[in-house]
């Protein structure tokens, strides 16, 4: 008998790392056990890869697999940032998924939306409190909830700073 790999690829709206709200039209990827895509078509020189994209629930399936061992790949869906998946390692893979006779598997994505900070460094000409005048070439450095630099890139030894600097009208943002 054959099996299923089914999931869903979801949004964390309230940052608590479950998925809350589906994501349609995010295409995945079925693999082999070694992360080569599997080919869809056998028949056709080269490979084809099986893929499949979530429905408005954020659901997809492959169905009608012989037992084995897979994975799913996602392509990032654009405007979203990984949070987890069924195996919490690559976030954007599940690997290994085991496929046995006449049982469907599950791979799923959790995602969150990319935000962005920002707003104007102001001097205040006209000493009334209200900023007034944009001012340039202002350096400013993104920080967490308790004042501590965010490290823009976790991977490298040490803090990498997250920057921002002003324009001429004193504007600036994080993205």
């Known amino acids: 008998q054959v099996g299923a790999i089914a999931g869903t690829v979801t949004a964390d709206i309230n940052d608590d790392d479950v998925g809350d709200n589906p994501i349609d039209n995010v295409t995945l990827t ?3 056990a070694s ?3 599997v080919d869809g078509d056998p028949n056709t020189a080269g490979v084809q890869p099986l893929t499949t994209t979530t429905d408005v629930n954020g659901a997809y399936s492959f169905t009608s697999l012989p037992p084995g061992t ?3 790949k996602e392509t990032q869906p654009a405007g979203y940032l990984n949070v987890t998946d069924t195996d919490g390692g ?3 893979e599940v690997r290994p998924v085991t496929v046995t006779s ?3 598997s599950t791979a799923s994505f959790v995602e969150e939306e990319a935000a962005s900070l920002a707003g104007f460094v102001l001097a205040d000409t006209d000493n009334d409190d209200i900023g007034d005048t944009g001012i340039g070439g202002i350096v400013l450095t993104l920080q967490d909830g308790s004042g501590s ?3 823009g890139d976790s991977g490298t030894p040490g803090v990498q ?3 921002a600097t002003t324009n001429g ?3 600036y943002a994080f993205t």
């Open 169 to 171: 009208s004193g504007a």
């Open 149 to 151: 630099p965010v490290d």
């Open 90 to 92: 690559n976030l954007d």
């Open 161 to 163: 700073l997250v920057t």
């Open 30 to 32: 079925l693999v082999d």
């Open 102 to 104: 006449g049982n469907t």
């Open 70 to 72: 897979y994975g799913v």
């Open 35 to 37: 992360g080569n895509p």
